[in-house]
């Protein structure tokens, strides 16, 4: 297992290798090693802010919209939620997520410490540009619900291929900070 660099530094980066915790299935509650989800594939690890986020939503809708492409590639998509299991579940149940996609919980949050990912501060949630977003997303049919987790908890994605080296590394900058799903492709193209 590779242990976490230091908190005084952003890790891992794009060439780092990818960091092994401990997270739990969405099916049953039992711990899994993330690493787990590299060893034969590649695999993107999105952590979400919280399951009530709207632009969660959004990224996870962007991410089905390209399962295909996920697929073609060899690639897992996990996503990582700082909620319980049972509400991870129910959450990826009820938008039909199925292989290429997983779901696992991460409560703890040792998995966000691991990837460098903090709680954010009040205008990384709350600004005229996540403010116009949110309203974008909205239009679109991905509404806010209630938060039953830290709403300032701020996500990430992360590729990694099978050599379990980190290809795509993107701390959201605000709540809003989706990356395009096109730049994630390409990075697992070029990776593999």
Request: aromatic share 8%; net charge negative.
């Amino acid at each position: 297992m590779t242990e976490a660099h230091s908190t005084d530094r952003l890790a891992p980066e794009v060439g780092d290798n990818a960091l092994d915790v401990v997270v739990y299935s969405s099916g049953t509650g039992e711990p899994v090693q993330l690493a787990t989800f590299w060893q034969h594939e590649s695999a993107v690890l999105v952590f979400l802010r919280h399951l009530a986020c709207s632009f969660c939503r959004e990224q996870v809708t962007d991410l089905l919209s390209r399962t295909d492409d996920f697929v073609k590639l060899g690639a897992r998509v996990v996503l990582v939620t700082v909620n319980r299991w049972e509400e991870t579940s129910r959450f990826c149940k009820d938008r039909n997520l199925v292989d290429p996609f997983v779901c696992v919980s991460d409560p703890d949050r040792t998995a966000y410490h691991a990837y460098s990912l903090s709680r954010g501060h009040t205008s990384q949630i709350f600004n005229p540009h996540v403010m116009a977003r949110g309203v974008h997303a909205m239009l679109h049919g991905h509404f806010n619900g209630i938060p039953k987790a830290d709403p300032f908890q701020m996500p990430g994605v992360f590729a990694v291929n099978q050599k379990g080296i980190v290809i795509f590394a993107h701390r959201h900058r605000d709540a809003s900070d989706n990356p395009n799903v096109e730049d994630i492709l390409l990075a697992l193209e070029a990776g593999n």
